[in-house]
C-alpha cells in the first residue's frame, strides 16, 4: 500500500496529525484487502475480471458524502 499519500484537508493544509494519518491509512489497508478478497473470489468462480472492476469502480463513484450540504439548504437571496 502506498503510505507516501499526502493526505488533506479541504483547504489543501496538509494533515499532520499522526491519529488521523494512522486511520486513513489503515481504513485504505482495509478497503484493499477486502476488495482483494472479492476480486479473487470473482475469479474463482469465473467472473470477467474487467465486470468485477467496473463493479468495485461504480461502488466507490457511489459513495454518499452524509456531511455535504446539499444545494438546496443553501438560502436563496436572490428571492427576497
Keep these: 500500500m502506498n503510505t507516501s499519500i499526502r493526505w488533506q484537508y479541504t483547504n489543501g493544509d496538509v494533515i499532520a496529525c499522526t491519529e488521523k494519518l494512522k486511520v486513513l491509512n489503515e481504513n485504505l489497508l482495509e ?44 438560502i436563496n437571496k436572490s428571492l427576497g
Design 31 to 74: 478497503i484493499r484487502q477486502i476488495a482483494q478478497d472479492a476480486l479473487e473470489d470473482g475469479l474463482l468462480m469465473g467472473c470477467c475480471e474487467q465486470q468485477l472492476r467496473e463493479v468495485f469502480r461504480s461502488i466507490v463513484e457511489g459513495l454518499v458524502n452524509p456531511y455535504s450540504i446539499p444545494d438546496s439548504n443553501v
